[in-house]
């Protein structure tokens, strides 16, 4: 069985920054099992209801404005994952949740900045699972748990977001800026959960964890964490893989969950 994953994918010129959650991406794809496939689920495909990218050669999405040019010209050409996007969306429905096929979506920045640092080879299969603000922290963890069989066909399901993400919070001029205080706050707090398999903490986490609106203002970019937490199955827990900051108080924590 496959442990679960988040990552923090940081802002998108991460694959071209100096930066030790870079360093830390590049370790992590080449020191694990080689997955079948890989699920991402990213912070940056936001649906009212579950949708899977069901595509043969997912286009590589641009989805930012105003970055160096070198940044536009990064591409990653990983195949699609169709039978997996089948598969997904089966056993999100047979848990009770409405999913759907999608058949034009490609591979937004928070599934291939770090996909292109993990496996720069772009050969393993991918597909993409979007996240839903509208919807609250349990049924995301009910969407992680509907697909833990998966781990166990050598599927890497990651979760792609921000442990703290707070764009308006952010010193961009700055480098080696101590991080903030509420960041770091919410980073402790974050991680005894994950360690402590507090799934109910997790799913409630704009109620229980402190700076909460400040350490996410909005949910899209914690909902990754909550799936890929939940898609380890019930009686899971965590540990932490990394830990750094940039810009002052953005996060690039990671963590990987399982319940062994």
């Known amino acids: 069985m496959l442990p679960s994953i988040f990552v923090s994918h940081g802002a998108p010129t991460l694959p071209l920054e100096d930066a030790p959650a870079r360093e830390f991406l590049r370790d992590l794809g080449r020191g694990r099992t080689r997955p079948n496939a890989i699920l991402c689920v990213s912070a940056h495909w936001e649906t009212d209801e579950p949708a899977v990218s069901e595509v043969e050669r997912p286009a590589t999405i641009h989805d930012f404005y105003g970055f160096p040019q070198a940044l536009y010209r990064l591409t990653y050409p990983a195949p699609g994952a169709p039978a997996l996007a089948r ?68 599927v890497l399901i990651l979760g792609s977001g921000g442990a703290v993400h707070n764009l308006r919070r952010l010193d961009w001029g700055q480098t080696g800026t101590p991080p903030a205080e509420f960041a770091v706050a919410f980073d402790r707090w974050l991680d005894e959960r994950v360690t402590a398999g507090d799934a109910e903490a997790l799913a409630n986490f704009r109620d229980v964890a402190p700076g909460a609106a400040q350490a996410q203002p909005t949910d899209e970019h914690f909902l990754p964490l909550i799936v890929a937490f939940g898609a380890a199955g019930e009686g899971a827990q965590g540990r932490r893989l990394h830990q750094s900051y940039t810009y002052g108080s953005l996060s690039m924590a990671a963590f990987e969950f399982s319940n062994r």
């Open 87 to 154: 598969r997904v969306a089966g056993l999100v429905n047979r848990a009770g949740l409405s999913c759907r096929l999608d058949a034009s979506q490609g591979l937004d920045h928070g599934a291939w900045c770090p996909l292109l640092l993990m496996y720069p080879k772009a050969d393993i299969p991918v597909a993409q699972l979007s996240v839903q603000p509208g919807r609250d922290g349990r049924h995301h963890l009910g969407l992680g748990r509907a697909l833990s069989a998966l781990r166990g066909e050598g």
